[in-house]
């Protein structure tokens, strides 16, 4: 039996492009969107606009995309808290709707990107930035970390009630302690796995991607002289 994957932001640039590789390697994929009443043509992809429509009881793998674009308008104070909801509020809809289904993917990758790292405030650009590198206070860091956050907070969860009950176990059968001991050291080294990041850089593509933005960007820099310049060479 295939395996299934649900995708949020199933629409979104990179989730198109998600979803197509996921088809040919011949998974199960349920797409989240936000348009209503979309019908697949295709016998292993489902739409839905809605967690409660998945119809699903088994899912194997969650890739979680959505939120809105960052290049789509100014940062307005109003902007910004749209940009954070749409990721952080999809996010713990998300894994509420996993828990109430008492559904446990064997992996959730949750999207983040590299404006985690923040910017050079000297502008030289020559450090280097790994998983470990610190965040800054800046809007784009801030974003990635609510998003981050809220994500891994399921893991947290899985975790403390995972102890939780363990220690209960513990307190009615003492002769039984190693035994649960070395289940515990198990089950949270699962938990803690079953949550991962992957931060995105900027993306090229056809069809989308930053590519367009860039040009339009350059394309609204072009000074008169420029321009005059480009028509008498």
């Not at 206070?137 to 102890?163: D, G, K, P, V």
Request: charged share 15%; with cysteine; aromatic share 6%.
């Amino acid at each position: 039996m295939n395996q299934t994957v649900l995708v949020t932001g199933a629409t979104g640039f990179i989730g198109q492009y998600l979803i197509e590789n996921l088809l040919v390697q011949h998974y199960q994929v349920i797409g989240l969107m936000r348009q209503k009443n979309k019908i697949s043509k295709r016998m292993n992809l489902t739409w839905v606009s809605a967690l409660e429509d998945i119809e699903h009881k088994n899912i194997d793998y969650v890739v979680n995309l959505a939120g809105e674009s960052i290049g789509q308008g100014r940062w307005t104070d109003k902007r910004k808290q749209q940009l954070i909801q749409s990721r952080v509020k999809t996010t713990q809809q998300l894994y509420q709707w996993l828990e109430k289904k008492q559904i446990q993917p064997k992996k959730i990758i949750s999207g983040s990107a590299i404006g985690f790292y923040g910017i050079d405030p000297l502008e030289q650009w020559q450090g280097e930035c790994d998983e470990s590198s610190a965040s800054q206070t800046i809007f784009m860091s801030e974003l990635c970390q609510h998003w981050e956050n809220e994500a891994l907070s399921y893991t947290r969860q899985n975790t403390q009630n995972t102890q939780n009950t363990q220690n209960t176990q513990n307190t009615q059968n003492t002769q039984n302690t190693q035994n649960t001991q070395n289940t515990q050291n198990t089950q949270n080294t699962q938990n803690t796995q079953n949550t991962q990041i992957i931060r995105l850089g900027v993306v090229f593509g056809q069809g989308g991607g930053i590519l367009p933005q860039m040009l339009l960007y350059r394309l609204n820099s072009i000074s008169l002289g420029e321009l005059a310049q480009v028509n008498n060479p």
